[in-house]
């Protein structure tokens, strides 16, 4: 996800890879930065709600699934 964030972060975005349009390019880092940091957060997010619905499903007792998936939220 990253990789394709970073794309838009240069306009025009040919001068990602066409140095010689430095100095015409509107390149932020600031914006990479934030996009970097929200492509990173959903996809963790994403990653820690793979196993919230397959704890959910499982025969145990409320208590032990609520412990068990807070393990998997560490």
Request: with cysteine; charged share 20%.
């Given at each position: 996800?990253?990789?394709?964030?970073?794309?838009?972060?240069?306009?025009?975005?040919?001068?990602?890879?066409?140095?010689?349009?430095?100095?015409?390019?509107?390149?932020?880092?600031?914006?990479?930065?934030?996009?970097?940091?929200v492509?990173?957060?959903?996809?963790?997010?994403?990653?820690?709600?793979?196993?919230?619905?397959?704890?959910?499903?499982?025969?145990?007792?409320?208590?032990?699934?609520?412990a068990?998936?807070?393990?998997?939220?560490?």
């Amino acid at each position: 996800m990253l990789s394709v964030s970073t794309f838009f972060v240069c306009r025009p975005v040919k001068a990602l890879w066409d140095f010689t349009l430095a100095d015409e390019a509107d390149c932020s880092t600031v914006w990479s930065v934030i996009l970097g940091s929200v492509t990173n957060i959903l996809g963790d997010l994403v990653i820690l709600c793979l196993p919230q619905t397959v704890v959910w499903k499982l025969k145990m007792d409320r208590k032990s699934k609520i412990a068990l998936a807070f393990t998997f939220l560490l």
